[in-house]
């Protein structure tokens, strides 16, 4: 079993910035990818940025690209989402999770995904 702490979220204007961060421990495996969705009321939740086991590839939700930055230290067990540029339309629950793969293929669907934090609101005000 791996265990996931999200936290960072917040309240920020439009413009602004920041990082959550993501926490894993439990099962001891370097093989994990790691990704970031998002739920805002009355939607599903949607993919917003993962990265392989080793970082080394990433992926990203088309309405996030050039703003939003994934990136991890395998030595902290951790995994960060920079969000700059904020916008009302980012506000959400943002839930950290995970799966056991060894493959540079980010999966983008939450089936994919084993393990889920609990998540952290981000709200950004106009």
């Known amino acids: 079993q791996v265990q996931l702490v999200e936290s960072g979220g917040g309240l920020v204007q439009t413009g602004g910035s920041l990082r959550l961060s993501c926490a894993a421990s439990?099962?001891?495996?370097?093989?994990?990818?790691m990704a970031w969705f998002r739920q805002a009321p009355g939607k599903e939740r949607e993919f917003v940025a993962g990265?392989?086991?080793?970082?080394?590839?990433?992926a990203y939700a088309d309405s996030v690209k050039g703003r939003f930055t994934i990136s991890r230290d395998s030595a902290k067990n951790t995994v960060y989402l920079q969000m700059n540029s904020l916008k009302p339309e980012d506000t959400a629950v943002y839930y950290c999770?995970?799966?056991?793969?060894?493959?540079?293929?980010?999966?983008?669907?939450?089936?994919?995904?084993?393990?889920w934090g609990q998540g952290t609101q981000v709200t950004v005000s106009s």
């Open positions: 999770a995970a799966r056991w793969s060894s493959s540079s293929v980010v999966v983008t669907i939450t089936p994919g995904y084993n393990y």
């Open positions: 439990g099962r001891s495996s370097s093989f994990y990818q």
């Open positions: 990265a392989d086991w080793s970082g080394g590839s990433t």
